[in-house]
T-cell receptor
Framework: SQQGEEDPQALSIQEGENATMNCSYK?????LQWYRQNSGRGLVHLIL?????REKHSGRLRVTLDTSKKSSSLLITASRAADTASYFC??????????FGKGTRLSVIA | NAGVMQNPRHLVRRRGQEARLRCSPM?????VYWYRQLPEEGLKFMVY????????ESGMPKERFSAEFPKEGPSILRIQQVVRGDSAAYFC????????????????FGQGTRLTVV
C-alpha cells in the first residue's frame, strides 16, 4: 500500500494530558501534512511540514519530521475534550495528490 | 470566500441508479481532488482534475465511475449503475496550486457527500 501508517490507531487520554500520534511512510516526500476530521465532517488542515524542515509549531500543535526514518509525529499539548477527532497524516511526493493514512482516533476524556 | 461546497450532503440511490456528486472549489482554485472514505478508514484517492483536464485518475475504477471539471461550473463525480459497495463518503478537495512539487500547498476539503445505496 502507498498509504502512510499512523499509530496508534486509537488513543484515549484525560483532558490536560499530551497526545502523540505517529506517522510512517515509505517513499520520499515533498511535504507531509496533518489533518483533523470530526465525526461525519470534512477534513481540516492543521500543519504542513516540508521535507527540508524538522519541526513546526502551531498553537498547541507540534509536528516533527525525520526524513531519515521516514516518520513524522504530531503532538497535541494540554489536550481538551474538543480535540476529540480523527487525525490523519498525508504525504505528498512529486506532483501526485495527497496520500492519506488510516488515521488515529483520539478521545479526550473530560 | 466560501469554502469548498459539496452537494448533496446525503444521497440515497437504489441499486442500478446513477449518482451525481457535485463539488464547487474555493474561488481561485483550479485543482480538484476526489477522495472516498469508508467508515473508520482513511481517505482513498480517486481522481485529480485541473480545469477541463484529468491529471490523474489512477484511483478511480475504470467502469461506472467518471469525473469532470468543466471550464464553467462545478466538478462532477458520476457513478453509474450504483451497487451497495459504492456506499461511502465522497470528499472533494481543492487547492490553488498542486499539492506537491512546485505547488507544495495544502488542500481544502468540503464536508463530503454521503452516498447510501439501498
Amino acid at each position: 500500500s502507498q498509504q502512510g501508517e499512523e499509530d496508534p490507531q486509537a488513543l484515549s487520554i484525560q483532558e490536560g494530558e499530551n497526545a502523540t500520534m505517529n506517522c510512517s511512510y515509505k517513499t520520499s516526500i515533498n511535504n507531509l501534512q496533518w489533518y483533523r476530521q470530526n465525526s461525519g465532517r470534512g477534513l481540516v488542515h492543521l500543519i504542513l511540514i516540508r521535507s527540508n524542515e524538522r519541526e513546526k509549531h502551531s498553537g498547541r500543535l507540534r509536528v516533527t519530521l525525520d526524513t531519515s526514518k521516514k516518520s513524522s509525529s504530531l503532538l497535541i499539548t494540554a489536550s481538551r475534550a474538543a480535540d476529540t477527532a480523527s487525525y490523519f497524516c498525508a504525504r505528498n511526493s512529486g506532483n501526485t495528490p495527497l496520500v492519506f493514512g488510516k488515521g488515529t482516533r483520539l478521545s479526550v476524556i473530560a | 470566500n466560501a469554502g469548498v461546497m459539496q452537494n448533496p450532503r446525503h444521497l440515497v440511490r437504489r441499486r442500478g441508479q446513477e449518482a451525481r456528486l457535485r463539488c464547487s472549489p474555493m474561488k481561485g482554485h483550479s485543482h480538484v481532488y476526489w477522495y472516498r472514505q469508508l467508515p473508520e478508514e482513511g481517505l482513498k484517492f480517486m481522481v485529480y482534475l485541473q480545469k477541463e483536464n484529468i491529471i490523474d485518475e489512477s484511483g478511480m475504477p475504470k467502469e461506472r465511475f467518471s469525473a469532470e471539471f468543466p471550464k464553467e461550473g462545478p466538478s462532477i463525480l458520476r457513478i453509474q449503475q450504483v451497487v451497495r459497495g459504492d456506499s461511502a463518503a465522497y470528499f472533494c478537495a481543492s487547492s490553488p496550486l498542486g499539492t506537491g512539487g512546485a505547488g507544495n500547498t495544502e488542500a481544502f476539503f468540503g464536508q463530503g457527500t454521503r452516498l447510501t445505496v439501498v
